[in-house]
């Protein structure tokens, strides 16, 4: 990233720091970490704020604990020290980090509320999932569960709990079933209007152990009320926030 670019601090909200952690709300559209496309991402540009705050020369240490895709909003979590990514790193692997979920689907889905089991392929080439329903080779398990928390006209406000981290997961198992994610023109194609300028997903809430104090931490953060979450009421989006908190 070049130093005009790191630069361009946004005003990322915080909703979390100690000595080990960094828990913020990612704004959509900004990279988890630097790509291809040189834009400033939330890692560099985090780093870049300890270092002023704390007025720290050289390089400071963050480690990125997971990723949202770049068009996604909400809480991420990042590692202040090796000892808390190391063990943050081993809490993902084991699933033992709660991830929920808000989403503006198109369609509703045919029911209500259920658990979805897919196994994904990615091809890294296009950088694309496929879905299947049985298991082929190479693929991956993929589970979560889903509660439709208000349909109105053509989309629905709906919950979601992951139980496995897969690449676009939520965004490919939820046009699976007929629902697309509105604005995601990648797995939406035929349904989506792309009126939105990023994927109608959010990250409404984390829930972790801590590294190093074994307290249970949840952090939370809600849907903004923006198009087209402003199609619900400030409530209803609360709803989707806390509907599959643990």
């Known amino acids: 990233m070049n130093g005009n670019r790191s630069a361009e601090l946004l005003p990322i909200p915080v909703l979390y720091e100690d000595n080990h952690l960094l828990v913020v709300v990612k704004p959509p559209g900004i990279p988890s970490q630097e790509d291809e496309s040189g834009d400033p991402d939330m890692l560099t540009l985090l780093k870049n704020d300890?270092?002023?705050?704390?007025?720290?020369?050289?390089?400071?240490?963050?480690?990125?604990?997971?990723?949202?895709?770049?068009?996604?909003?909400?809480?991420?979590?990042?590692?202040?020290?090796?000892?808390?990514?190391?063990?943050?790193?081993?809490?993902?692997?084991?699933?033992?980090?709660?991830?929920?979920?808000?989403?503006?689907?198109?369609?509703?889905?045919?029911?209500?509320?259920?658990?979805?089991?897919?196994?994904?392929?990615?091809?890294?080439?296009t950088n694309t999932v496929r879905s299947f329903s049985n298991q082929v080779p190479a693929s991956k398990e993929a589970l979560l569960d889903y509660d439709t928390i208000a349909t109105t006209g053509s989309r629905s406000l709906v919950a979601i709990r992951l139980h496995t981290g897969r690449s676009h997961q939520i965004r490919v198992q939820m046009a699976a079933i007929g629902c697309p994610l509105e604005g995601d023109l990648k797995y939406g194609k035929a349904t989506s209007k792309g009126t939105y300028s990023e994927i109608a997903l959010w990250s409404t809430s984390i829930v972790t152990t801590h590294p190093i104090t074994k307290e249970t931490l949840t952090f939370r953060s809600v849907p903004p009320h923006v198009s087209p979450w402003n199609t619900w009421t400030q409530s209803q989006l609360e709803l989707a926030a806390d509907r599959m908190l643990l």
């Open 50 to 125: 300890l270092k002023r705050r704390y007025n720290k020369p050289g390089n400071v240490f963050l480690g990125l604990v997971h990723r949202l895709d770049r068009p996604v909003g909400g809480v991420m979590l990042f590692a202040k020290t090796s000892k808390a990514a190391s063990r943050l790193s081993e809490a993902v692997r084991s699933r033992s980090i709660g991830k929920t979920y808000a989403a503006v689907v198109n369609g509703q889905p045919a029911k209500p509320s259920g658990h979805l089991k897919h196994y994904l392929l990615k091809d890294s080439r």
